[in-house]
């Protein structure tokens, strides 16, 4: 069994090269707020237990071994995120810092009774996909709200970066998972938005929060 910091690195990698396509040691030095030879030293252990692919100088990538273990960290995280918000009642903002703690229990039946009383959920707070019991994760095919363009109708559908106090800006703005919006305008500059929704008929975003939030086009 994985230690927790073992697990959090293989997680944090797993993260990496989903959103990047890959990921160096110094992504998880940063990633993780620890030093550069602190990483490289797990890295080369990871390695030796067959979990990660390292060579010097090239990018890191997880073995399937790695890949499976990494996700089933990550199917207990998103299956706490769902459990303490849809029948706990926290709100979406507050719920990553204690989920990072209860992904490490390693009891299969306090996570599979978890599933069951959620009726099996695919996705968590966020819209990021819940990995299956047995590690596989459902391609994502949503598209970022930065690359429509004005006119065009979406649904907000997922929130990779669930950092409390983005998450906070978007409940501040009535930005919730599901909404449906309506480009108004492209800034020709800075890319900035202005977006129509449900009790907001304009509302500004800035490229980077557009870039941060996953859509999908309504069908008119």
Do not use: W
């Not at 110094?26 to 252990?45: E, F, G, Q, R, Y």
Request: glycine share 4%; charged share 30%.
């Amino acid at each position: 069994m994985a230690s927790v910091t073992e697990e959090n690195y293989l997680k944090a990698l797993f993260i990496l090269v989903s959103e990047r396509g890959m990921a160096t040691i110094s992504d998880l030095s940063s990633l993780l707020k620890v030093s550069l030879p602190t990483a490289n030293s797990m890295i080369k252990n990871l390695k030796k237990q067959d979990l990660v692919k390292y060579e010097k100088y090239k990018p890191l990538s997880l073995t399937e071994k790695g890949k499976k273990e990494a996700a089933l960290v990550l199917r207990k995280h998103r299956l706490t995120e769902m459990f303490l918000v849809t029948k706990m009642g926290f709100g979406r903002e507050v719920v990553h810092e204690i989920a990072e703690q209860i992904e490490h229990i390693d009891s299969a039946i306090f996570f599979e009774r978890m599933d069951e009383l959620m009726g099996h959920p695919t996705i968590d707070p966020h819209g990021s996909p819940i990995p299956d019991k047995n590690g596989r994760v459902a391609e994502e095919v949503y598209e970022q709200l930065s690359s429509c363009k004005a006119g065009d109708k979406v649904r907000l559908i997922a929130l990779p970066h669930s950092a409390a106090d983005f998450l906070k800006y978007l409940n501040n703005r009535d930005l919730q998972l599901g909404v449906e919006m309506e480009v108004v305008s492209v800034g020709p500059f800075d890319g900035s938005m202005v977006i129509s929704y449900p009790n907001h008929p304009a509302e500004t975003l800035t490229r980077a929060v557009c870039e941060r939030l996953k859509v999908e086009q309504v069908r008119k």
